[in-house]
């Protein structure tokens, strides 16, 4: 969901978070420099495997994987957003709506049958799909899994981004995509509308019928995906998603930014609007 998008306020975790290998191990839990981050490392990977992660899987995904200094960096500067909806809208949206308006075109079949299924219209997921990556442009560079187990290994949010660890270790497992596949932004969004893994494991779905849930490279993945966390969260078939509208709601649990959350429905009302 996108780089604007807001997480939790900050806390630091405690010392002695939960972790299933009792308190001799509980200051692994999290750590800050790169220092003790093979040691978190080593446990993490047991608890993996403890929690049904095949040996597989973790091999895979966690072999070599170091600490992300950069991520941390990232992470640490983030800044209160504060342009207006005025602002936000009038630099994200029009240099979009033209290819945006293609390809509603483009997909309309894909589209048309996507709205059939989850109730979602295509200019709301074209919308989403336009501001996350520019259609699928610019999906980030980062190592996810590398991304995340930083993130994870840092104490301001550790048990979010340790599950969301777990989660792309199974994204790994379940075959939709190598560890080496896994890029994206450097806060752990992956595929073409910036899913976190646990996002992705709920509601990803092979709409192209080739067998595999490819948010990366997928069109018609990525949009009955988009359609179907949409739905998943209370999208209402036929109802109106502007500011007021009972899809409005959706679109915040999209991105909890008020702001963002506008833009995606002044983008989806102008796109269908299109000529």
């Given at each position: ?124 997921l074209v ?80 709409f192209d019928?080739?067998?595999r849930r ?62």
């Amino acid at each position: 969901m996108s780089a604007f998008r807001f997480f939790p306020a900050v806390a630091l975790c405690a010392a002695f978070a939960f972790t299933p290998f009792g308190s001799a191990r509980a200051a692994a839990a999290c750590g800050s420099g790169s220092g003790s981050f093979d040691a978190w490392l080593a446990d993490f990977k047991t608890e993996a495997t403890a929690k049904g992660i095949s040996q597989a899987a973790v091999t895979a995904g966690l072999s070599g994987v170091t600490f992300d200094q950069s991520v941390l960096t990232r992470d640490h500067s983030q800044k209160v957003f504060t342009q207006s909806f005025e602002e936000f809208s009038g630099r994200m949206i029009p240099p979009r709506l033209m290819r945006g308006s293609n390809m509603l075109k483009q997909y309309g079949s894909v589209l048309s049958r996507i709205e059939e299924a989850y109730g979602v219209p295509g200019e709301v997921l074209v919308a989403i799909w336009g501001l996350e990556t520019d259609f699928g442009v610019n999906i980030g560079k980062f190592p996810t899994i590398r991304a995340l187990a930083t993130l994870a290994y840092d104490c301001r949010r550790a048990d979010e981004f340790r599950a969301e660890l777990m989660d792309a270790l199974r994204i790994v497992e379940r075959g939709d995509l190598s560890p080496t596949e896994m890029r994206g932004a450097w806060a752990g969004e992956i595929g073409q509308t910036q899913f976190m893994p646990s996002s992705w494991l709920k509601f990803a779905v092979d709409f192209d019928g080739n067998g595999r849930r490819d948010l990366m490279r997928s069109g018609p993945d990525v949009l009955a995906s988009t359609a179907n966390y949409l739905k998943g969260h209370g999208w209402q078939r036929g109802k109106d998603w502007e500011p007021g509208g009972p899809n409005f709601a959706v679109l915040q649990q999209w991105n909890k930014s008020d702001v963002y959350a506008r833009t995606i429905a002044a983008f989806a009302t102008q796109l269908s609007h299109a000529p």
